[in-house]
């Protein structure tokens, strides 16, 4: 299942989740903290999209290539997600 990360006011970040390996290399390239790692799911989630550098590092290093970056375009917002679809970590914090 793909999941979009979005506060709808920052960039999107989307994952891939049955496609991630939790190889965790996402996690410790992002240089800004974006990426945070769910002990609990072995998984990948953002944490503040909207700080994300669109570096585009957590993409070029993923081996299965399931992480896409979409920079913020004001004039296309992504669709509104429902909130129970975010992993557990993510609504919580
Ligand atoms: S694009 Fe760069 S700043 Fe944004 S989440 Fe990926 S590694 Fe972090
Ligand atoms: S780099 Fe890709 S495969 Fe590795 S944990 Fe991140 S999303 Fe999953």
């Known amino acids: ?3 979009f990360f979005s506060n709808y006011t ?3 970040i989307k994952i891939d989740l049955e496609k991630c390996v939790g190889c965790k290399k ?5 240089h800004v903290d974006v990426i945070r790692w769910d002990e609990k799911s072995k998984r990948p989630f953002p944490k503040y999209p909207e700080e994300c550098a669109t570096c585009n590092w957590c993409e070029i290093v993923c081996p ?8 913020r375009n004001p004039w296309r917002m992504p669709e509104p997600y429902p ?4 992993p557990l970590s ?4």
């Open 1 to 3: 299942m793909t999941r």
């Open 90 to 93: 993510y609504v919580e914090k």
């Open 83 to 86: 909130k129970e679809e975010y």
């Open 26 to 30: 996402c996690y410790n390239t992002c």
């Open 10 to 12: 920052a960039h999107v």
């Open 64 to 71: 299965v290539k399931c992480i896409e970056v979409i920079p």
